[in-house]
Nanobody
């Protein structure tokens, strides 16, 4: 249906920046809202950010508001998460997901990528 592949994770020092990318294929990309979630070992998957199909509307978790920016390029079928001022609590596997319902809940997202690891040192 929809295949999502994340990239851009890695090891970053606290205070540094990363840009995650999620490339989509399959269904028409612009028909889906896109979300970023993260999950640390032993923790529930949590909402990070979302963006509407048009790219006009965005929403963020309080923990990342002002530091992370979600964007999308529908011509490239790609959604991005720009992460700045990374903190020790940010490390996790980050997942992108496609949703037709504009939801904050992981259970409401239909398609998921494999995840990309973000590690923050010090």
């Amino acid at each position: 249906q929809v295949h999502l592949v994340e990239s851009g994770g890695g090891l970053v020092q606290a205070g540094g920046s990363l840009r995650l990318s999620c490339a989509a294929s399959g269904r028409t990309f612009s028909n889906y809202h896109m979300g970023w979630f993260r999950q640390a070992p032993g923790k529930d998957r949590e909402f990070v950010a979302r963006i509407s199909g048009s790219g006009i509307t965005t929403s963020y978790a309080d923990s990342v508001k002002g530091r992370f920016t979600i964007s999308r390029d529908n011509d490239k079928n790609t959604v991005y998460l720009e992460m700045n001022s990374l903190k020790p609590e940010d490390p996790a596997v980050y997942f992108c997901a496609a949703d037709s319902r504009w939801s904050l809940s992981p259970a409401d997202y239909d398609y998921w990528g494999q995840g990309t690891q973000v590690t923050v040192s010090s």
